[in-house]
């Protein structure tokens, strides 16, 4: 009955944030300010090209060439293509695909093959003469294929539990998408808007996963503890090292946003908090679980030495979980990395970028809060469970001689 409730429940969620984007009022300013101009010049809008974009289909590839613009020399691909969707479907144009990424033409990207879909930009002048070019490939159907690869490798390994860890992905990716990032995006605080975020997503996975029970209640706790003590830690040292958040990304949506001003600092906390929040709750768990077990096999043990218990596990799990986020952080920066190492630029120079300064103290930041989830889940645990008893030993609690219920 109560899983039957926290299944309504998300379903219920995802219709009201579903319905709320779809009957939402979207901002015309710029098509509105577009049709007027056209209206008042008439004959400068029937001169102006229209560029649309759509998808195709690579139906005939030919070699590979070079072909000099100035002082630039590119690699292209000659291809016919098939437009599949929008207002050309079924036309054939041949066009141009440009592999090279950079002007020395060390980059390059893979070649076309028949059968590739691709998304390509349609340029109509005044006479209806359309001009295609080849925009990119087409990479949405494998990325849905390998994330339901995943999903079955969770079922086939995990099995009954795969399941529900399938049905808490489903509704962590929700709230994220529809409550955190839509949230932020129409101007909400995105430091309430993550913390509240994470605090549904850490008891309802929870819960999801392992019902109700003073394992789970630990486990939620303990995890929220850490992804807090990550924030703090974000906002105390973001402050000292006067972290304004405008990296490229951010420069970038300043530019495309008119409407919002965001706030780049909220935005770099919210991130934190994000990132920290996965690692966390696998040590909160990982901790609550083993405590639990130990209580089972052991009704009589102190509270005092349920701490110590958890703690000494948590020193275990520490190890690799801290070099998780840090790993990760890396791995996202290692191209920028490698760039100022190619400039010539010193450590010193390097950690100074606030860009490489931003992603370290996101690491320590989301690391701490692994940290610091051991002593407050083991913490909670203990003082939940002291002086219970998870199971009666006594003779008289056996029932045609096997073990009564939890009491």
Known sequence: MKKAIVVIFIFL???????????????????????????ENPELSEQKET??????????????????????????????????????????VTTNYILSYDIDGKILAYELDV???????????????????????????????????????????????????ILGLLYTIILIYFVMVKGIFKGNNAILTSIGTSMIIIFGTFIIIGGFSKKIATAAIGTLGGV????????????????????????????????INFD?????????IVSALGACMDVGMSIASSLDEIKMKKSDITWQELFKSGMNIGRDVIGTMTNTLILAYV?????????????????????????IAEQI???????????YT???????????????????KTSENRINGKRSLKI
């Open 115 to 165: 059968g590739d879909k691709v998304i390509i930009q349609i340029s109509e002048d005044a006479d209806g003469n359309i001009t295609a070019t080849v925009q990119d490939v087409v990479r949405s159907n494998y990325i849905i294929g390998m994330f339901v690869l995943f999903l079955l490798s969770i079922i086939i390994v995990g099995g009954k539990k795969g399941i529900k860890a």
């Open 228 to 259: 807090i003590s990550a924030g703090m830690m974000a906002v105390i040292f973001n402050y000292l090292a006067k972290m304004s958040g405008a990296c490229e990304d951010a420069i970038q949506l300043s530019i495309n946003m008119s409407a």
């Open 51 to 92: 560029i649309t974009d759509t998808f195709g289909k690579i139906i005939e590839v030919q070699e590979t060439k070079e072909v000099t613009t100035g002082s630039v020399t590119d690699k292209m691909q000659e291809v016919k293509v098939e437009i599949t969707e929008g207002k050309y479907i079924g036309e054939e």
């Open 374 to 392: 051991v002593p407050i889940t083991s913490f909670i645990y203990a003082i939940l469970n002291k002086d219970k008893i998870i199971y009666n």
């Open 331 to 355: 791995g996202g920066s290692l191209t920028l990395i490698l760039l100022f190492m190619a400039c010539n630029m010193s450590l010193v120079e390097i950690l100074n970028k606030e860009t």
């Open 361 to 371: 103290i996101s690491a320590i930041a989301g690391s701490m809060g692994v940290i």
């Open 13 to 39: 969620l995802m219709i009201n944030y579903l319905s709320i984007d779809i009957f939402a009022t979207q901002p015309q300013e710029n098509s509105e300010a577009v049709q007027g101009s056209s209206d």
């Open 264 to 272: 780049f600092r909220d935005l770099l906390f919210a991130g934190i």
